[in-house]
């Protein structure tokens, strides 16, 4: 019967605030929590039903990276799946490690393992990349299910019904295919003490990259990580004075009254809305008095 | 281009606005204290900064109600500290000028526990939200303010072990810790008495002390008064809980739920009692009343037979879930018991005990347009049958709505009063129900609120309930830890 290889990324926790490093360089990950890609326990535990249902034989976890990835592995093992396989990638070739070289490692432990299915996670968190299955497949040439959230084994083909922006849509492909999961093809399960203690008998196998023939070179660089712009605190105003309006470029100088200088548009601003009106409100203009005094303070203390 | 310039030109001018505003707010005087608030606010700022500060209407609002029916009363001021240090600065601020003092977790709580009846300063514990210290092999792990109890289970949920009271909102755990919260797995696992370790509190003149000792997470003791547990239930009136060692537990192997519909209340609740009798441990065991069934079969779309229906959960091994299940049901039939229903897998688990999940949205549903609330009152199990078929009785004979929903395998249950605020008699009639309802208990050696604390509404019934001389212990512990009676005043005692 057939085996099935799932991939599994470690990434920083969902929950964790990410701060950028101040060179810019990247994202703090020393002593920040990690947990398995939320969308790879998806893809776990679909292997892992896919087992219970006796459709397949073997459910195999693999994870890309340094020591630390096989907590990762462990996690999968703990839900099930029987063996892992961890691909030693440290230092410069691991802050590199992008979806092309993992999907080169992915198909060629697929051939190696002759693994029938390959389940990923849609996208990791962390990079939202989206490329993963969909080059593994390439690289195999082997047909595809992404984003699916129903999966269907009937012999030699596999139902997926795909989330795609218009709704669903439902495909028949045939096996050995990539599948990658999407948030509502199942709820994974969590892992029990005595399934984590089950876990840690299971065999974890290390492999290098380069035994699987590999190369890591990576063609992208990353130049520079920033933080989304800080949104900035909108204000009441209670009117504005006309020589604060300065811009009289092009003729524009908006004391002319509303409507005039051209469309405003608000959501250029970064400000809350100001109170709906019959018009766009121009600053120039004296705005109605925002009401901050009926606010009752006459507690007693 | 242009819009760039104007952009900068406006936003300059509006936060000029904006400031001149804000210093207006700041200098408000107020009622009774003149200049205090305001010497107070740039105190405030100076321990946590501009934005851990606020005097906004909205914000004061938000942080002056609860999930209850209570009105809303807001503080004069939001604090947000960041850290324990920062929590005894403000508190000793406070003690100063003698300013009340009122906790904040989540605003979840269902008995007025958060409004500022006196006024003073909200103490928002949200941006405290670590979790401090978790001990995988000693099962248990110390959690700040901020984290509530879904956020603990989904950190910890690599780990094989979970936190399991369950009260129906996602609480903050010190916030659960305050008012002795409870869930619908007690009748296995507890509820938070019996699961905190420790607690790191701040009083209100801003000493900071372990309730068993910095860093104690034994899982027991003989040392010492058990001030842990004081503090468990002291909704806020003796201290501020900035840090709170929990015990975990390891998430079950295997879960069945199962439904079963009985002839009567009696029969359901004999059940209840040879379950546990029978040594089952039955990890959630649910009631609820025809009436509530019927809410619940209209709003979702089921069919349930009307009936007083038990739901059941198990938790276990899959060989020791077999046996259990198979007992349950032998004792089930036994009553009378019938329409036995189990499953295994999460979505078929999730449909059975659909009907238990949206009870509180279904009552509401009765009557669109209508306000819910929900009583809660606990007595000895062996008394249910006669505290719930009383209670029916007196909601017939007031023409009130009140499905029950209860956890049975404690002696606990809620009605879910649903009534139209805008009619007095009706809202009257409730206020007068859910009086008779716990003094019915308080008779039946059981106890007017089972979960909920007893915040703004039920001081009078706490009196009723442990008697003038216990209260005198109280409000001596409470003159002693309290003087200046600053900690959320006007609740409990």
New interface residues.
């Given amino acids: 019967m057939a085996r099935v290889l799932v991939g599994v990324k470690r990434v920083i ?1 969902y ?1 964790v605030k990410i701060r950028v490093k101040p060179d810019h360089s990247g994202v703090v990950t020393d002593g920040v ?1 990690h ?2 890609n939320p969308f790879c326990e998806i893809a776990v535990e679909e292997a892992v039903r896919l087992k219970e249902k006796k459709v397949i034989k073997e459910v195999v976890a693999v994870s890309c990276g340094p020591q630390q990835v096989q ?1 990762t592995i462990r ?1 999968a093992l ?1 839900m099930g799946a029987d063996r892992g396989i961890h691909v030693e990638v440290s230092g410069k070739d691991y802050e590199a490690l992008g979806p092309l070289q993992v999907s080169k490692i992915l198909a060629a432990l697929a051939k190696k393992e002759e693994a029938k299915m390959v389940i990923l996670g849609k996208q990791a968190i962390d990079d939202d990349c989206n490329q993963t299955g969909q080059m593994t497949a390439a690289l195999l040439d082997w047909p595809q299910g992404t984003f699916a959230s129903e999966v269907a084994v009937e012999g030699d083909t596999v139902k997926v019904v795909r989330e795609i922006d218009g709704g669903l849509e439902t495909i028949k492909i045939n096996l050995p295919a990539v599948v990658t999961a999407d948030l509502r093809l199942n ?1 994974p ?8 203690m089950k876990a840690k008998k299971k065999k974890i196998a290390k492999v290098k990259p380069a035994d699987l023939g590999v190369d890591l070179t990576s063609r992208v660089e990353v130049l520079r990580v920033d933080e989304p712009p800080q949104r ?9 004075e006309s020589e ?4 009289t ?2 003729g ?1 100088c ?1 004391g002319d009254g509303p409507n005039q200088g051209g469309p405003v ?1 608000h959501g ?4 809350p809305e100001p109170e709906p009106g019959p018009e766009p409100l121009c ?1 120039c203009d004296p705005a109605p008095p ?1 009401s ?1 005094e009926s ?1 009752q ?5 | ?3 760039i ?3 900068q ?7 000029r ?2 400031a001149a ?1 804000q210093s207006r ?1 700041d200098q ?1 005087t ?4 003149g200049g ?1 608030l305001e010497r107070v606010v740039s105190a405030f700022r100076a321990v946590t900064g501009d934005d851990g500060v606020s005097l906004g ?1 909205t914000v004061r609002e938000q942080h002056g109600k609860d999930e209850s029916a209570h009105s809303c009363q807001p503080p ?1 001021v939001v604090v947000w500290p960041h850290s324990v240090e920062e929590v005894s600065a403000l508190a000793k601020i406070c003690h100063h000028h ?3 003092i009122i906790p904040f977790g989540t605003g979840t709580g269902l008995e007025g526990g958060v409004s ?1 009846i ?3 300063v909200c103490f928002s514990l949200g941006k405290m939200d670590r979790v401090v210290d978790l001990h995988q092999d000693d099962f248990d792990v110390t959690v700040e303010p901020g984290v509530t109890r879904k ?1 603990l289970n ?2 910890l ?6 936190f399991p009271v369950d009260p129906g909102a996602d609480a903050s755990l010190c916030g659960m810790a305050a008012t002795s919260a409870s869930g619908t797995n007690a009748v296995r696992y507890g509820t938070m008495r019996e699961n905190v370790l420790n607690l790191e509190v701040v009083l209100a003149d801003g000493t900071i002390f372990h309730t068993a000792g910095r860093g104690r997470r034994s899982r027991k003791t003989s040392a010492g008064y058990n001030l842990t547990n004081l503090f468990v239930g002291s909704e806020g009136t003796l201290g501020i809980l900035t840090k709170a060692t929990l015990r975990l537990y ?4 295997a879960v069945v739920s199962a439904v079963c519909s009985f002839p009567s209340v009696q029969a359901a609740v004999d059940s209840t009692v040879q379950i546990l009798q029978a040594g089952i441990p039955i990890a959630r065991i649910e009631f609820l009343d025809d009436v509530m069934i019927d809410a619940c079969n209209r709003y979702s779309a089921l069919s349930y037979s009307v009936a007083p229906t038990l739901f059941l959960e198990f938790h276990g ?1 899959e060989r020791s879930l077999e046996e259990q299940v198979t007992i349950t049901e032998e004792i089930t039939r036994g009553n009378g018991g019938s329409d036995f229903s189990w499953a295994r897998d ?2 078929t688990r999730g449909r059975l005990w659909k009907a238990r999940h949206d009870v509180w949205y279904a009552a509401l549903a009765l009557r669109p347009g209508c306000k819910g609330y929900s009583t809660d009152v606990c007595v000895p199990i062996s008394r249910l049958p006669q505290i719930i078929v009383e209670t029916k009785e007196d909601l017939t004979k007031n023409r009130l709505t009140g499905p029950i929903a209860g956890h049975v395998g404690d002696g606990n249950f809620h009605c879910l009063m649903v009534m139209d605020p805008s009619d007095p008699d009706e809202v009257q009639r409730v206020h007068h129900f859910t009086e008779r309802l716990a003094r019915r208990a308080l008779a039946l050696d059981g106890t007017c609120t089972g979960e909920h604390g007893v915040g703004l509404g039920k001081r009078a019934l706490l009196r009723e309930e442990v008697g003038p001389l216990t209260m005198e212990v109280m409000q001596g512990l409470k003159a002693t830890l309290d003087p200046k009676n600053l900690m959320n005043p006007g609740k409990v005692l």
């Fill in positions: 926790d929950a929590k947990s398995m907590e996690t703990a709820t399960r969590y892992a029990t003490l005595p399934n984590i900035q605190a909108g204000g009441s105003g209670t009117g504005v604060e309006c300065t811009d470029q092009e524009l908006l548009s250029d601003w970064d400000k600053v925002v901050t606010e303070w006459d507690t007693v203390l | 281009m242009t819009f310039l104007l952009r030109t406006c936003l300059r001018t509006l936060n606005t904006g505003l707010i408000r107020y009622a009774a204290r205090t209407a004069d003698r300013i009340p500022a006196k006024g003073g956020a989904s950190y949920r690599g780990t094989g072990l979970w390891g998430i079950p192997e091994s999460a979505e």
